[in-house]
């Protein structure tokens, strides 16, 4: 490993509220209702207090992260709170000259750690490249809690966590297509409930036990940022090819070297409630250049935009990066040799990443490729997800989300403007999935077209099944366990090795591969007939629809009348 890695280098600002690997949370503070607006969304308790620079409590109950509950839907709230330096970094490595970035200097500044140390079963398929030779890349950017230093402690506060296990409270996928003509990032709660495959640390060899339901910031604490990545490809099934761990605390330092960004409220507002509650961001109406420190006030803002909820702070945080985006590409005062110096030293100082980019010409070779993105291509999104039923403040993935993820592996823009498929990357295999003869692959068949509303169609696996030996998979067995309900037919397999036979079952059949997913719920090549395809010997595939979903609640990177709306209790 390159540098001094350490676990999580990301203090959260104003977060001070943290989540055990067992999903406990704790507050830095006491409970209290908000005196000077709204009050919080939770029904007017606010547990956590925003402590740290945010003027709420200090201490916690025992010393101990995760001994007390509350503030769950709060938290969420903070989840895009530390994914601003991510893209900031990526953004400056791409804007800095060649002639600044070679600095031996620099080199010494990157720490680097495993990219991948969850179970190959779990692991997605390498993306193959397209007829043309291109392949797209996906980066996952990750935000750690961590309170590892003095500085990131002061900006942190909450004194008794300090050395704690880290959280990847902010995780983005940032997915670049094959020809480099849009990007796409997708970012997770904080609070999303997920399964975190087995992961192995790397320096210590400790082993982490798969978990069920588990909240997905805890994946870091189980042997750093390769439990991160191996947890959201178990989940997605988008193969990551690097991480970028970025260290907060460099927000300010590059804000400062940028020299301010734009941005925009429709009012005055003050970010500060009666019982010393918000960011204390205090601006009048308009636009403002802000760096530094009140960067740092406008990315944690929460109380005064909008309906004072995490949905806002997220807009807020978009407005800002799409403005420092296009400030990034367009200002030529960034020209000037020292301001790139500056930028360039903070970004390196700030981050933590894999092996695969652990030197500054990696780095440079990669913002290359990002900076053939136009900035008008650039869409940012929020996984869609829903309250989980039996854990209050948790979320959990819908369905548009698996639909988003469908879209990111198949590399379509999110933003609507492919004229054509051509370009897109094939489905994701390679030489090792290559399928086994046709009367090699084994499979099973399960009847799953039982609906709300229909009782299942009677015999359909054993149809299916026979259809299957009739084709020559003469090792297809039909499963005669109970009828589930699965609204599209769905090919699952449960490991890498039997990707290229799950595909090659779903040809035969004529099922598309985005139909076709890796599963460890199963323990071999399953088809589950499900309720699109009730009778008749030939399936039918559905249509497919490419647009992204409105719950991913886009943003364009090009858009310059973003103005955050203030709510009127926090005006001034």
């Keep these: 490993m390159a540098g001094s890695s350490v676990r999580g280098a990301v203090p959260e600002v104003e977060d001070t509220t943290s989540t055990t690997a067992e999903g406990q949370d704790a507050s830095e503070g006491g409970q209290g209702t908000d005196g000077g607006g709204k009050g919080s969304p939770d029904g007017g308790k606010d547990t956590g207090a925003d402590a740290g620079t945010d003027g709420g409590g200090t201490g ?25 330096a991510s893209v900031l970094a990526l953004v400056i490595l ?7 970035l070679y600095y031996q200097r620099l080199n010494a500044n990157i720490k680097s750690d495993d990219l991948n140390i969850g179970e190959a079963k ?39 966590t300090f050395n704690g296990i880290p959280l990847a409270d902010v995780q983005m996928l940032l997915h670049v297509s094959a020809d480099r003509s849009n990007m796409s990032v997708v970012s ?5 409930l997920l399964n975190i495959p087995k992961c192995t640390d790397p320096d210590t060899k400790k082993v982490y036990p798969a978990l069920e339901r588990e909240i997905t910031n805890a994946s870091l604490g189980r042997g750093g ?65 802000i760096k530094g420190k009140q960067a740092l006030q406008w990315l944690r803002t929460r109380y005064g935009f909008e309906d004072d909820t995490d949905l806002a702070r997220a807009k807020a ?54 900076q053939k993105v136009p900035t008008e291509r650039i869409t940012m999104t929020t996984m869609p997800n829903r309250y989980d039923t039996y854990q209050p403040g948790r979320v959990v993935p819908t369905e548009d989300a698996e639909k988003l993820f469908r879209l990111v592996r198949e590399d379509i823009a999110l933003d609507g403007k492919d004229t054509t498929k051509a370009t897109a990357a094939p489905s994701p295999t390679t030489a090792a999935d290559a399928a086994a003869a046709d009367d090699e692959i084994a499979v099973q068949v399960h009847n799953s077209t039982y609906t709300d509303t229909l009782g299942a169609a009677r015999g359909r696996a054993a149809t299916v099944t026979q259809l299957l030996v009739g084709k020559g998979f003469t090792k297809a067995v039909a499963d005669r366990s109970p009828a589930t309900a699965e609204k599209t037919t769905v090919i699952r397999f449960p490991s890498a090795d039997l990707q290229g036979d799950a595909q090659r079952v779903a040809k035969a059949l004529g099922i598309p591969s985005s139909q ?21 010997s030939a ?34």
């Design 60 to 84: 916690g109950d025992d010393g101990v992260r995760g001994a007390g509950r509350g503030g769950d839907r709060r938290r969420r709230r903070r989840r895009v709170l530390r994914w601003s």
């Design 94 to 100: 791409g804007s800095a000259g060649a002639g600044y």
């Design 122 to 160: 779990d692991r997605a398929a390498e993306t193959k490249a397209n007829a043309a030779g291109q392949k797209p890349l996906n980066i996952l950017l990750i935000g750690s809690d961590a309170r590892n230093t003095a500085e990131n402690q002061k900006l942190g506060g909450a004194r008794d």
């Design 188 to 192: 997770m709660p904080r609070d999303t």
């Design 225 to 289: 940022p390769g439990c991160t990545v191996a947890t959201w490809e178990k989940l997605t099934d988008i193969h990551i090819d690097h991480f970028m761990m970025i260290d907060f605390a460099g927000v300010v330092s590059m804000a400062d070297a940028i020299g301010g960004v734009p941005v925009c409220v429709d009012a005055n507002i003050h970010s500060l409630t009666r019982d010393g509650k918000g960011s204390g961001l205090k601006l009048e109406k308009g636009t403002h250049d």
């Design 317 to 370: 945080q978009h407005m800002y990066m799409n403005s420092m985006v296009r400030q990034l590409r367009s200002e030529a005062r960034l020209t000037n040799p020292n301001g790139l110096r500056r930028l360039a030293e903070a970004a390196t100082k700030a981050i933590t990443v894999d092996d695969g980019l652990d030197s500054i010409k990696k780095m440079y070779d990669l913002a290359t490729e990002l």
């Design 516 to 536: 076709v997913k890796k599963s460890t719920d199963v323990s071999g090549v399953t088809l589950f007939v499900g309720a699109d395809w009730r009778s008749g």
């Design 539 to 572: 399936y039918k595939a559905p249509e497919q629809d490419d647009k992204t979903p409105k719950s991913a609640q886009t943003m364009n990177a090009a858009d310059t009348s973003q103005c955050m709306h203030v709510d009127p209790d926090y005006t001034w």
